[in-house]
């Protein structure tokens, strides 16, 4: 989704991440994209009719909703890496320590991460606050530097890309349980940071300026 029409608040997002994009790779300022998605865990209620050549697997139309997962998606595009999070909520409290998760065991090395994130109300430097004492909020916060994408513009946080391929991928499927989802995602990513599948992002702010001229206000020379 994009607005409509001309929206300044929209355009200076976009083009501050569309600068992020830009930069060269640089293991000492990484480029770090967060997004998460909710998956339905779904036991099955009948056992499933196993594929034979010529048949797939048939699954019975009754199923038994077992509560959902939220996934954190983090992913360094440029360097071809991700990993996921499963956490049972998706509170400001489970966002901050995933946030210490990637300052302290992601790039403990790093001078500053650049972070590329949505506007989720959790999305914030004040949850980890909420988190942590005020001495260790600062201190996980002064590692990062934040830029986040436009409202309705999602489609310029990176992350949400691997997020699709991972549902594409692995999730389109009943998965019963936690457990199993963590162990089904660990089987997905691997292979995909040992391949160092990266993602070739190529819309720059010259694009946006051409293909999406209506978003920019209309300036009025006095």
Known sequence: MIPPQGNA????????????YQRPYDPRYPQVCLDEATKQLVRETRASIEAAPGRPERHDDEYERNGTANLFMISEPLAGRRRVKVTDRRTRVDFAHVIRE???EDYPDAEKIVLVMDN??????ASLYEAFEPAEARRLLDKLEIHYTPKHGSWLDMAEIELNVLQKQCLDRRLPDKPT?????????????????????????????????KLYPSIQVV
């Open 181 to 213: 989802l963590i162990e089904e995602i660990a089987a997905w990513q691997q292979p995909r940071n040992n391949a160092q599948c990266k993602v070739d992002w190529r819309f720059t702010t010259e694009d946006a300026r051409t293909k999406l001229k």
């Open 9 to 20: 608040g929209f355009v200076c997002a976009m083009e501050d991440v569309l600068e992020v």
């Open 120 to 125: 989720l109300n959790t999305h914030k430097p």
């Open 102 to 104: 990637l300052v302290d």
